[in-house]
C-alpha cells in the first residue's frame, strides 16, 4: 500500500472521530506487513482525561486482532491543521513501545501535507521496559 493510500484511509477514520468539545478531528490508520490496514479515531469525553488518541486507537485495535509490534509496517495520522499533525506526548510514548522503532510514521493534514518519520525521532531518549529494570 502506498503513503497516499494510508493517509486516505486515516482520513476515513477522522471521520469517525467524537470530538464534540475540542471539534478537532484526528484519524489513524496503521498498516500491518500482512496488508491488513486498522483505523483509529479521537475519541473525547467530558473528563478529558479519558480521552483517547486515535493514533493510540489505531494500534490498539490492530493489537485486539492479535498483531504485535513487529508486524507493523507503517503508521499515518491526519487532522485539519496548517502543517502535518504530529501526535501527542501520551502518544509519542505508546509508539516509542508498541512500534517499530524504523517503521516510517507519516504525518499529516487534509491539504496533503506531509512529513515522514519515525519512533526513534518523534521520542529520543524515551522511557522503555529497560528503565523499568
Request: proline share 5%; charged share 25%.
Amino acid at each position: 500500500m502506498k503513503r497516499e493510500e494510508l493517509i486516505a484511509k486515516a482520513k476515513e477514520a477522522r471521520e469517525l472521530s467524537y470530538s464534540p468539545y475540542s471539534r478537532f478531528k484526528v484519524g489513524a490508520a496503521i498498516l500491518t506487513k500482512d496488508g491488513q490496514v486498522f483505523l483509529g479515531a479521537n475519541i473525547e469525553n467530558s473528563s478529558y482525561p479519558l480521552c483517547m488518541c486515535a493514533e493510540r486507537n489505531a494500534i490498539y485495535n490492530a493489537m485486539l486482532h492479535g498483531y504485535k509490534k513487529n508486524d507493523f509496517a507503517a503508521l499515518a495520522l491526519t487532522a485539519d491543521t496548517d502543517g502535518p499533525c504530529s501526535p501527542c506526548g501520551a502518544c509519542r510514548q505508546v509508539i516509542s513501545e508498541l512500534f517499530p522503532h524504523d517503521a516510517p510514521i507519516y504525518m499529516s493534514n487534509l491539504k496533503d501535507d506531509v512529513q515522514e518519520t519515525n519512533a526513534e525521532e518523534l521520542l529520543p531518549f524515551a522511557f522503555s521496559e529497560d528503565d523499568l529494570k
